[in-house]
Structure formats: C-alpha cells, structure tokens
C-alpha cells in the first residue's frame, strides 16, 4: 500500500517557466479537490486553477522570488487564453479580498497583448495594493514557440483542473476468486 | 483492495457550469457502462453522454433545481458542438419517449447560435411537453472564454464517453514469483 | 491480483459505428502489442492500427456482418484523416498479401471526398479480389459531426496506437516499509 | 508488486519512423525524471525532451545505426514544432557542449522547411564537429500525413515531457478497513 500513500500525499513541482530580462513566470496546472459525500459519492469540493507566478530579475539571470506575484487563473479564463488567436488581447481582473472587509484594497490585472511582429505576445501582471501601498508591474515576452506551449498543455490541463479526468468509464468488476 | 472497490462504486461530480441571469447551464459527461460477454471480453453496453442540466433563475444568484431539465448529447452530437465555427448554428431534436407508445407527446430541442458581437453563443433549449402541458425554455449566453472551455473538455470527454479510454496498449505480462 | 489478469487479458468492443441507407461503418483502434526485450526493456513488436469495417445494408436497419470487409490505417494513414481540410480528398491502396506469392491479387483501395455541400464526406471502400472473382464496393455518407467524432477520437487515439500512451513520467519510486 | 518494479525499471521503446532514400528519422519522447525532496514532494529533476535520430541510407531500405545523429527537442522547440503553418519555417541550433571548455566544437542546426508543392515538409539536420574534423549532414522529406502524426503525438507527448500528466486531480483517501 506505499504508492497508494506516496499517491495521496506528495506534492509535484513541474512549473513551465520563462525567463527573460526584467521578469520571470512560470505556470503550473493545480487540481481541485474531492470531498466525500454521505451518499458515498464524491464532489469537487475546491475547484482546480492554472496558478501563474511572476518574479521581477534581480541581476543576470536571477529572480526575486521574495516578491513573486500569483495569478490564479479559472477554468473560464484558462479557456479565453487558449481560444486567443495570434491577433488577439485578453485583459483579466482579479480581486483577491472579493467579498471580504478588504474587497477593492488589493487590484489584479493580468494583460495578453500579441506582439507587433506578429507570433509572440506579451504576458503581464499589474498588482495595486492599497494596504501596502505596492504598486508592481511584471512584463514578460512570450514567444510563438513557448505560447504554443502555454495553450498546449493548458488544452492538457483544462480537463484535469475541471476534475474530468476522474470522470473515467469503469470496467465490469471482476470477481475476486 | 479498498481503492478498487471505491474506484467501481462512487459517482463523481464535476460539472461545468455557467450561472447567468435568467438560467444556468451545467454540463457533465456520463461515462458508457460495459458488459462482460461469455468470451471473457467486454463491450459498451450503454454509450455515454454529455449531459447538459438547464435550471431557470429564481432570484439573484439562486436557481431553482426543481425545474431543471435534461438534454443528453450524444457522441456525434458532440462532434457537432465541437466543430462549431465562430458563426455557425447547430440544432438538435430530441424525443425521449421515442419508440414507445408515448412518442411525439415530449419534444425538445437544444440550438446553439452565435452571438451578434461575434466571440460567444446562446444556448437554448426549448421542452414542449404534451402530457404535462408544459413548455420550458431556457436561454444561456456563453461568452467565448466559456464556448473554449466546452469545446476543450467536450473534446478531451468525447473519447470517454466512447470508452476508446479503456482501449489503451498493454504491455507484456510481467511474471509475478 | 484479479484486476491485473484481467486488464491483461481481455479484448474490448467499443466501436464507433455510423449506419446509413446502403452501408455501415465500424471504426475501433486497435493497441499495439509490446515484446520483452533480454536487456529487460520493452519494445513495440506490432504496431497499432485504426480498424475501418464496412457492411452492405440487407435491409432496413439490417447489414451483412458475413459480408464485412475491413481496411486497417496505419497511424501515418491515421494521420492523414485527421489533418483532411473541408475540401480535400484522400486515397489508400493496401494489397493485404503483399510480400507474398499473392501479391497484386487482391486490392483495396479507401477513398475519403467531400460532400458538394460542404460538411461532410463520402468514405467509399473497394475490394477487388482476383482469386475469388469478387468486386464490393461500400459508399457511406458521412455528416459533419460524425466526420469530428473521426477527427477527435482518431486524434486521441494516435497516441495510442504508436504506444506513446506508455512512455508516461515515472515518478521515484516510494520506499516499500 | 511485480508490476510496480516493472513499470519502475523498463524503457519503452515505440519511436515513429520514417525511412526515406537518404536518410530516415526516428522519433521518441523521453520523460523527465523527478526527485523527492526532504518535505517529501517531487519536483522534476531533469526536464523530458523530443529525442530525434537521423541515420543515413547505406543501401536499399538500409540505413546505418553507427552513423546516427541526436537532435533533442526541448518543450519550447516542441511548441514552435506543433504550431508551425503549412507555410513556416523553423531552424534551431545547438551546441552540446555549451557551457563546457568544448563549447562551440560542435554545432548541430535542425531546419524544418515547407515542400514546394504544399503539404510536407524537408527536416534537416546538420552536424559540424570541429573536434572530429566531420560534417554530416541529413535531409528527410516528410509528407503531410507523417507531419501530421508528429503534430498530433508531438501535442500529446507535450504533457508528458513537462511533467504535467503526474498532476492529477487526486480523490479523498478510501479507509482502509
């Protein structure tokens, strides 16, 4: 029973990150939780998200990982990045405290705006906290190659964030002799 | 043996869902069941579906579950949902009591039409039901972020609820001492 | 150990099956087999195909399952179909005793046109067997959506049928206490 | 647990080839392998690549295994690969020993060029090894339909190659009685 709790456990780390001169961002797929309901059955109980994580360049090809920002992409969202055609923007706003006492403290904006030469895009991040008074403001420079990456294995992700993916056919049981 | 029993018993919902103003659409696949045949093989005995769930609004934010209904997409179906072009139309006619004594007296039918300003859809699904004398209708604006998110998990779904999923290679038997 | 024989074991039917006026067509991947290797590694011994079997119509809703004739794609052919624009064609020719002394004697060739209407697409399949002095001939209309089903399952199924569907990350392994 | 050592310990080999009559190219994913960390998560360890092996012709349907060259794609060439139209081009170049005191001896540039006639495509590579005093060079026509398979199993292996098909939803843990 080992990998059966190695299974259940672990956490896996396989973030795609680009780096380029003034930012960094890495992307990594995270999936929703279960919960078990009285009648035996299950149900997303947290739904998944495609987390992005920026991180301003401190120097040559180093990255401040102390004053990363996340983006938490939504499945509907996930689905507007991966439907962009190569002439296409996209602008998303998150507030983090919606809801909350602090609703409209802290701003979020995520912005895709294809480059002018055509392929690449650039991919950035706006966050206004009126807490801190921060004001940070991460650019980076996607390629076509790494944006064909992106909406690649998003298409990959979409389902498994959703909880799709548990939604396998099931074969007859057989008897245990 | 717990995980297995587990894995052949519970239901798992993850529904995709869109709440708007007038109605909700929820949309799940259901995966096929098989049947063992005497050979020892095993073959689709009821195919999958996608299910659609349409609830109408009943206040802010609140929908009233009692009066949902049902439209279940078949795999070709979904072939057409997913090939849909920006400005196509698709309509499907559905009669649940087809082939028995009660046929024509229930009719639905579920379109899809493109959005004016381009991008999104509406989604409609109309229920005339002779016997009860009653006739729903529900129509869901989908926005181009959401359509994406359908087309993607309908096509990573389509495959399951063929149950091609179960098709996959298997590798020689390893000799267990 | 009941799971393991039995996914080792067993064969599974689940074909796509479209049924029109003259004929029907039966699409089902069949998985590579695998070969053990003396170095402990595994390598693919046959590959995979996409299995096309056609009926002649004896009747209403009634084929000829006597009468079948099958066409096996090659995931090269696999990948041809599933990259086929909305107007173009393609054609294969396989000799099934070729390399053999009957070689030229029997000749099956698989047409895929479009519909003028657009959309859809004609999927004919021609058997001319010299030894037996037969000549069958199976057309079968194809809709959009049908034609998506192909495309889509086809797609998933590629992998598949090449046995990339086993090439999955390991994780490392967990220490058995 | 036979099983789980296998699955732990082989290689898998399934490449897709194609023999043409200079040269013939053979490709394979190769996954990442990942490492435990003391928290007791994984992260990927080294990161998986699309392994391509040219081998010149030495004669009819002969091709000659000593002479192979490697050309390793990573997840980004992978993305420029898949999205690459029907009238793109792509060129990448490596040096196998960049960053070590051999850096610059051995450049290795694969192109990707549209055939004239629509369709397919020429993949060459070109191996100039200062060290070795050789130029080898390799030119393997591809047609649509085998460009096809390398799109659509290039797409799946994506995933897998990142690390991303171990990031699946996880259901709650079964008791185990």
């Given at each position: ?5 190695f ?10 990150s680009?780096?380029?001169g ?12 279960f919960t078990k309901l ?23 090809r180093?990255?401040d990982y ?14 507007s990045l991966?439907?962009l ?26 912005s895709?705006?294809?480059?002018a030469?055509?392929g690449?895009?650039?991919?950035s991040l ?11 403001r ?13 909406k ?10 959703m909880?799709?993916?548990?939604l ?10």
């Open positions: 029973t080992a990998r059966q709790d299974a259940a456990n672990e956490r896996i780390y396989a973030p795609y680009v780096f380029k003034k930012a960094a961002l890495s992307v990594q797929p995270v999936p929703p939780t009285d009648s035996g059955n299950v149900k997303v109980e947290r739904r998944g998200i495609m987390m992005l994580t920026f991180m301003p360049a401190m120097g040559e180093k990255y102390e004053k990363r920002q996340h983006f938490a992409l939504s499945a509907t969202e996930v689905g991966i439907s055609g190569p002439k296409d923007s996209s602008e998303f706003f998150h507030d983090p405290s919606m809801l909350s006492s602090n609703a409209g403290q802290v701003r979020k904006s995520l895709i705006k294809p480059q030469d055509g690449g895009y650039f991919m706006t966050v206004v906290n009126n807490i801190l008074r921060t004001n940070d991460f650019n980076v420079p996607i390629t076509a190659g790494e944006f064909a990456v992106l690649t294995a998003c298409s990959f992700a979409l389902p498994h964030i909880g799709w993916d548990r396998t056919a099931k074969l007859p049981k057989e008897k245990v002799g």
